[in-house]
Nanobody, 129 residues
Framework: QVQLVESGGGLVQAGGSLRLSCAAS????????MAWFRQAPGKEREFVAD????????YYADSVKGRFTISGDNAKNTLYLQMSSLKPEDTAVYYC??????????????????????WGQGTQVTVSS
């Protein structure tokens, strides 16, 4: 029904930059928000940033605030994450996520994996020291 495909990951030195992209296709009409999460080996999946189409508000994890910028186009079903001043601790698989109908979760809850009902396969980002 809905497919999310991430791209743009890779290997970069500390202090460098990368831009991730996510393309959504399928039944995305009426989507509420899109987000980026990441998961490092042995760790839980964690929220990075999201953008809520109603009003265009963006939110960031404290760990990336000031270094990462999320942007997107609801009409084109695309999402981006511009990452700058990368650190080795940013190394993880980065996932694109979408909240779209039919969504049966808490509409006021954000920032947890359960708050998004469609996921991409992820793209690896490795930051070397």
């Amino acid at each position: 029904q809905v497919q999310l495909v991430e791209s743009g990951g890779g290997l970069v030195q500390a202090g460098g930059s990368l831009r991730l992209s996510c393309a959504a296709s399928g039944r995305t009409f009426g989507s509420y928000a899109m987000a980026w999460f990441r998961q490092a080996p042995g760790k839980e999946r964690e929220f990075v940033a999201d953008i809520r189409w109603s009003g265009g508000s963006t939110y960031y994890a404290d760990s990336v605030k000031g270094r990462f910028t999320i942007s997107g186009d609801n009409a084109k079903n695309t999402l981006y994450l511009q990452m700058s001043s990368l650190k080795p601790e940013d190394t993880a698989v980065y996932y694109c996520a979408l909240r779209a109908p039919p969504y049966y979760g808490d509409p006021s809850a954000w920032g947890r994996p359960d708050d998004y009902n469609y996921w991409g396969q992820g793209t690896q980002v490795t930051v070397s020291s």
